[in-house]
């Protein structure tokens, strides 16, 4: 009976296709939506990612996401090191400074300084984020490295060639390299420079030590060391890269209208998913009662009704759910690749894909249920009126 | 000939249907008693809103009767529970409507396989077996063919195909040639009388076409719910 | 068909090109280790802290008494000189000039001496001889004349006037003579005491100032400080043994330029050839955690994987403001640090002085 139940479903093919047309616009509107909602979200902790190498970020006590930044004093790295279960301490620093570009212009730059001697937190060699250049050249003076994103911005299509100079803090600096970073929240050009750079590119204050980044020692999990750091030092907060990277997410939440504006989105996607997906069903479904009808009359049993209706919702939830995330993956594809010169903001974790198949499994239960009142409660008699 | 020994393939002791409640309240049918044997074409006729759908539905056990007891062959619907019923239905019994409700998604021999899917049959076989009663009421060439690609009286012979392609021993056909014109109507008559007579089955067939009355064995007919007369039918008995 | 077949084939490739794009999103990066492994610790508790290599009499910033041009570097940078080698000279006309006034003054005071001490003069003596011998014989003749006057008064022969004048003129004649016979004797007698203590006072002043304009030429040379080696105790019969021998580290200046006698100028720098100490700066929050005389290691900036043992020495018993070490254009002073030195157990490490450490220290319990 299943198969009489596919073949009802395929036989109305404009019915059959609105359906899965009303599935997939849902799918695909809450699919996208969401995923740029995770992709801005997730921008905001480009830099905790682009970071690596160590497990525990310290910092102020008072630090609330990884842009707010709340210098500490230098000596605060050796108070770090001298917690037990820390292998090893760097300093580092991150801010914003003012780059005065060779026509004058004044840019805005991500600036990250990384520590003199281990360069722990530049780009990840192993994993091919540096795509010019090399590490080393970074011991180099004046050298900076400079993310795809910040050349494309400055510089246009122009290709990646070492040697163009910025100014910053009336010193100069020579980019020598390119890195592919994770595209930023604030879209700024992220520039990499040694910690002793970067603490003369910006306007002197009395601190410059912006974080600690702390390596576990075997045995000892990042969660406990933070623990370890907090009770030792009292005045720093440390965090591992997963608590730093949802701290700085929740900020955003809590602090902005983000994820109010992508949730009503969301909303919307779902309820006009659900009507259009739920009141063709409706249709179709009234529309074939009277071979419901015929059915229930030569023997068909109501929960035998059910599961062909649920079959039929279940596979125009399938294809219009696959289309539609396909469709919303594809609209990420293409947006990486068409827009160059800003960091995208599109990410697609299976959260998004879990949540829109939920979503699309509510709205044809939903649409199911709504039709399936109308046929269980149909007397088989109507069919000899 | 019918065996007057033999137990009748419905009996209906009776019957009361209502309708409604309190001032709405309508009366169906009205203390109907009747006995209907094996291998018989039955005609019920009468009037429309004379009763007749209504018992056709008690005795299909569509419809539970408000009082009295049903017997359809050999069994005592009035005391069926719903699951048994609709599984009594789908083994027992075929139906062959007016309008002839077929799935329109499905081919002629789709179509006729419905009752054999139902009852759980692979669908080559219940296909193949379809196809067989097809090409015997005449549609072999009309096999792969949709519904609405046949005229009103090739549907309602796939509507027959599809009532006794599970060999039920009732058929229960409601007006089968009132959508059709006279000679549609004559064919599908003769094709119930040849095909689906048999002697252990009951065939009914309701009808307020007085140019079917001659097929019937036996003419059940109606007035107000109540059974008006019975008599013989005009023409001769199937095997005479 | 297109219902049938291609929509859910449509809808798989759909769904299997989002399964792949959300792949993608998933992988997680290979982790990351640090392009040089930073310095670990080597104690499970410690206190850790940056350091700085000086030498074992820490710096030593030599700097000049007098302003001045200096003139010659006797010493380049990285030479290993012995404790009281020159190191630079100011320049020195002017005091040379002075000092040959200086010596001409005292040639003078001699010489005034020289002349004192040669009186009576020789060639003064006859005259006043011949004065005598001429005032003796004028006595002779005045006294025979009187006699002869004296001889006829008593016979009262002469004249009583003339007897008078030539008894007047005897006296007359013994006084000159005793005149004359003091002048010789004066001259006999040569210089005055007086006067000789005098002239020889002159000289020792002129001595003096002598001596003062040479030292004054000896300051401008600068030579290294002798300093004794630390912990000396047994006296060595070889002179200098007990000096340390120093490196020069630094030199600030070069000949033709002017240098002051203003403090914090280091214009050369030495520190002691030998072992080499780390100054290492606890920050105040660490102090409690601090233990005197426990173990420690070093790591240079840049070779974390090198590590050098350490031995405490002592503690600076005054807690300092920290001057930051990051290299900024000026001193940051956020915090009060401990220091602590500590000597590096290899001697020959290749390490510089002025170079900084990452020091770890064991923890007290």
């Known amino acids: 009976m299943n198969w009489v139940a596919l073949k009802m479903l395929t036989g109305d093919r404009t019915k059959y296709l609105g359906i899965v047309f009303g599935v997939s616009f849902a799918a695909l509107l809450m699919a996208q939506q969401s995923a740029i909602f995770c992709g801005l979200m997730r921008n905001t902790t480009s830099q905790v990612r682009d970071i690596q190498g160590a497990d525990v970020w310290v910092m102020d006590r008072n630090v ?94 122009e290709p990646f060639a070492p040697g163009r100079t910025l100014e910053m803090n009336d010193k100069r600096a020579v980019i020598v390299g390119l890195a592919k970073c994770n595209p930023t929240f604030q879209t700024f050009p992220i520039l990499y420079c040694t910690y002793s750079q970067a603490v003369k590119y910006v306007p002197q204050e009395r601190k410059t030590l912006t974080f600690v980044l702390a390596k576990a020692a075997d045995g000892v999990s990042p969660e406990e060391l933070c623990g370890r750091i907090e009770a030792q030092t009292r005045t720093l907060r440390a965090l591992t890269n997963d608590q730093f990277f949802w701290s700085t997410i929740g900020y955003y939440l809590k602090r902005t209208g983000i994820p109010i504006n992508f949730g009503i989105t969301v909303m919307l996607g779902f309820i006009v998913g659900c009507a259009i997906a739920g009141q063709t069903f409706y249709l179709f479904t009234v529309e074939n009662l009277k071979q419901f009808g015929s059915l229930k009359a030569m023997g068909v049993s109501n929960w035998r009704i059910v599961r062909m209706v649920m079959l039929q919702a279940l596979v125009v939830g399938v294809i219009g759910f696959g289309l539609g995330l396909g469709g919303a993956a594809l609209f990420g594809y293409v947006f990486e690749r068409l827009v160059t010169n800003a960091p995208p903001a599109f990410h697609f974790p299976w959260q998004v894909v879990v949540l829109t198949a939920s979503a699309v499994f509510v709205i044809i239960t939903v649409s199911a249920a709504v039709s399936l009142k109308r046929v269980l409660f149909l007397e088989p008699a109507v069919v000899f009126r | 000939m019918t065996a007057t020994a033999a137990p009748p393939a419905i009996s209906l002791r009776g019957i009361t249907k209502e309708f409604g409640a309190g001032d709405t309240k309508t009366l169906a049918l009205a203390d109907v008693s009747l006995e209907l044997p094996y291998g018989e074409l039955v005609l019920l006729v009468g009037p429309s809103g004379c009763g007749k759908t209504t018992l056709i539905s008690v005795v299909a056990g569509l419809l539970d009767a408000t009082r009295g007891e049903v017997d359809v062959l050999g069994q005592n619907l009035t005391r069926m529970r719903g699951g048994r019923k609709v599984r009594f239905r789908g083994d027992n019994i075929g139906f062959v409507f007016q309008q002839y409700n077929l799935l329109p998604a499905l081919t002629a021999a789709e179509n006729a396989a419905v009752p054999l899917l139902i009852n759980g049959w692979p669908r080559a076989r219940a296909v193949a077996k379809a196809s067989e009663l097809l090409t015997a009421v005449g549609l072999g060439a009309k096999l792969k063919s949709y519904p609405n690609q046949l005229s ?83 023409r001769l008995t199937a095997n005479s | ?269 030495l520190g002691t050839v030998g072992r080499l100490h780390v100054r290492v700066d606890i920050d105040e929050n660490d102090i409690g955690r601090f233990k005197p005389g426990t173990k420690g290691t070093a790591a240079p900036r840049g070779d974390p994987a090198t590590k050098y043992d350490l031995t405490f020495v002592r503690v600076e018993p005054y807690v300092i403001p920290k001057k930051s070490l990051t290299g900024g254009n000026t001193e940051r002073v956020d915090t009060r640090v401990l220091q602590v030195i500590y000597s590096l157990d290899r001697a020959d490490a290749p390490l510089f002085v002025g170079q900084q450490m990452d020091v770890a220290l064991e923890a007290a319990p």
């Open chain 3, 1 to 269: 068909m297109f219902t049938r077949y291609a929509l859910p084939a449509l809808a798989v490739v759909a769904f299997s090109f989002a399964m792949l794009q959300m792949s993608k999103a998933q992988q997680t990066p290979p982790p990351v280790s640090p392009p040089v492994e930073p310095a670990k610790s080597p104690f499970g508790k410690q206190v850790s802290g940056a350091g700085i290599v000086e030498p074992e009499t820490e710096n030593i910033a030599v700097g000049t008494h007098l302003p001045g041009v200096v003139k010659t570097v006797h010493v380049r940078a990285g030479d290993r000189i012995s404790a009281g080698a020159p190191l630079f000279e100011l320049d020195d006309r002017a005091l040379a000039a002075e000092l040959s006034v200086r010596a001409a003054a005292r040639e003078s005071a001699a010489a005034q001496v020289s002349k004192q001490e040669a009186l009576p003069r020789r060639e003064e003596l006859p005259p006043l001889e011949a004065k005598v011998a001429e005032a003796k014989a004028n006595l002779d003749d005045k006294l025979a004349l009187f006699d002869r006057t004296k001889r006829e008064n008593d016979s009262g022969v002469g004249a009583r006037e003339l007897f008078d004048t030539r008894r007047m003129a005897v006296d007359v004649a013994k006084a000159q003579l005793r005149g004359a016979e003091a002048a010789l004797e004066l001259a006999r007698a040569g210089a005055w005491k007086y006067d000789l203590a005098l002239a020889r006072a002159a000289v020792a002043q002129a001595d003096a100032q002598h001596a003062q304009t040479r030292t004054e030429l000896d300051r401008l040379r600068v030579a290294a400080p002798r300093v004794h080696k630390p912990g000396w105790t047994t006296p060595d019969t070889t002179p200098g043994a007990e000096l340390v021998e120093f490196r020069v580290l630094q030199v600030n200046v070069r000949p033709g330029e002017f240098v002051s006698a203003a403090p914090n100028q280091p214009i050369v720098v």
């Open chain 1, 64 to 157: 609330q996401f990884v842009d707010d930044t709340k210098p500490l004093s230098e000596n605060a790295l050796y108070r770090v090191r001298g917690v037990d279960g820390v292998k090893w301490a760097v300093r580092l620093y991150k801010g914003l400074a003012r780059a005065r570009l060779g026509d004058g212009n004044f840019q805005q730059v991500i600036l990250i300084g990384v520590d003199d001697a281990t360069l722990v937190g530049a780009p990840a060699v192993e994993q091919g984020k540096l795509l010019s250049g090399s590490l080393e050249d970074l011991r180099r003076p004046d050298a900076v490295i400079m993310d795809e994103f910040g050349w494309r911005y400055l510089f246009g299509a």
């Open chain 2, 152 to 234: 009103g009286g090739q549907q309602q012979r796939v509507a027959i195909a599809r009532a006794l392609v599970h060999e039920p021993r009732l058929l229960v056909c409601d007006e089968p040639t009132a959508a059709l014109d006279a000679a549609s109507g004559r064919t599908v008559m003769d094709l119930i009388r040849k095909v689906a007579v048999q002697p252990d089955r009951a065939v009914i067939v309701v009808t307020h076409d007085s140019r079917v009355y001659d097929f019937g064995d036996r003419i059940v007919s109606m007035a107000d719910g109540r059974v008006e007369s019975v008599s013989q039918g005009g």
